[in-house]
């Protein structure tokens, strides 16, 4: 049987913690900034962790489950 691959897609955008969660970087950060807010800018610059309900489809897409 072949071997599961990653989505090239996932693995780009999602990186494992040390203690298992799922790290994601905020969109909205990449063009039409002057209209944005310095505080908004500088909010979005930060990563988050990604929302529960979406961990499992994150899992399946990077293999981890």
Do not use: C, W, Y
């Not at 990653?6 to 969109?27: D, E, N, P, V």
């Not at 002057?34 to 990077?62: F, G, Y």
Request: proline share 3%; hydrophobic share 30%.
């Amino acid at each position: 049987m072949p071997k599961q691959k990653t989505k090239s897609s996932a693995k780009k955008r999602f990186k494992l913690t040390a203690s298992g969660k799922i790290k994601r970087k905020h969109a909205f950060k990449s063009h039409i900034l002057t209209k944005k807010t310095k505080k908004q800018k500088l909010a979005l610059t930060h990563s988050t962790l990604v929302h529960k309900a979406d961990e499992p489809n994150v899992k399946i897409m990077m293999n981890l489950k």
